[in-house]
């Protein structure tokens, strides 16, 4: 299995301006309630449900998954 790349927030806020990223937020429901820090556009999508939302994303679109 391949690494899974990683970028820092400045890097993400770059490549917004240029592409057309999916940006997930998968942090636990109680992570998500607790926090009032969130990516404007962002999808939240349950860290428990994987194998199901996955399916509804191509492989060939960039996906961003976070979780702090």
């Known amino acids: 299995m391949d690494a899974i790349p ?14 057309d990223l999916k940006v997930l937020d998968v ?4 992570d998500y309630e607790a926090s009032a820090a ?6 939240r999508e349950s860290p428990n449900e994987v194998d ?9 679109e960039p996906l961003v998954l976070y979780c702090a």
């Open 6 to 19: 990683r970028m820092t927030k400045e890097e993400l806020r770059e490549r917004r301006d240029f592409e």
């Open 38 to 43: 969130r990516i404007p556009g962002a999808v």
């Open 27 to 30: 942090r636990k429901g109680s």
């Open 52 to 60: 199901f939302w996955m399916e509804g994303y191509s492989r060939e």
